[in-house]
């Protein structure tokens, strides 16, 4: 959305638990028990990979044979070198990641955004969100949570908040299905009021 800027061919987005800094990501997780949890993200990546193989046939004009390839990842970050990397035309994960940081063109976002995260999300930790950047920008709601992990958020909060603000950006509204409710905290804009525990707009 922000590279697209006004071309971007969508009314608005949200992006749930969007990660914003990758190397700030890696550089924390990699320090986070001796790097034991980077590794544990690894063999599940190194799991999925396994189990479906052949979607990732396809890519070994460009990554090489895939057994090989196996042999090599240990992290999310040997993934990322290996394959993500190679398919998308980056040197390198941390070429990538340099790259593809959002955090960077939040200024550039000039359509409704919403971002939504988690403060105890393990992976996407709280000191990468870009408070600022989002204060800044007119376009970008920023939406967090104190309980919900990584990803958390379909089981333990109303879908109906996300909708509301969708559809007061004049979006389709996404598809909601009934779920409890859990306290947010949303970061100031001029468009939002900031009840303790809810997440309310001020639709202008």
């Not at 006004?6 to 969007?18: F, Q, R, Y």
């Not at 967090?144 to 004049?170: I, M």
Request: with cysteine; aromatic share 8%.
């Amino acid at each position: 959305m922000g590279r697209k800027k006004d071309k971007a061919l969508v009314n608005g987005i949200v992006g749930i638990c969007n990660p914003f800094d990758m190397l700030h990501i890696e550089e924390y997780a990699k320090n986070l028990g001796f790097g034991i949890m980077w590794r544990i993200f690894g063999d599940h990546m190194l799991k999925v990979l396994r189990e479906h193989l052949p979607a990732f046939r396809p890519l070994e004009g460009k990554i090489g044979p895939l057994e090989e390839v196996l042999k090599k990842i240990h992290t999310p970050t040997d993934f990322d070198d290996y394959i993500t990397s190679a398919t998308h035309g980056y040197g390198t994960a941390h070429d990538c990641y340099r790259k593809t940081a959002s955090a960077a063109v939040l200024c550039h976002i000039t359509k409704p955004t919403l971002f939504v995260n988690s403060l105890d999300d393990p992976m996407i930790i709280h000191t990468v969100i870009p408070y600022e950047e989002c204060r800044e920008n007119a376009n970008i709601i920023l939406a967090t949570s104190s309980c919900s992990g990584h990803l958390g958020f379909f089981r333990g909060w109303k879908l109906e908040q996300v909708n509301a603000c969708v559809h007061s950006s004049g979006c389709a509204s996404l598809h909601s299905t009934s779920y409890s409710a859990s306290k947010l905290t949303i970061t100031p804009n001029p468009k939002i009021i900031d009840p303790s525990t809810s997440f309310s707009l001020m639709i202008s």
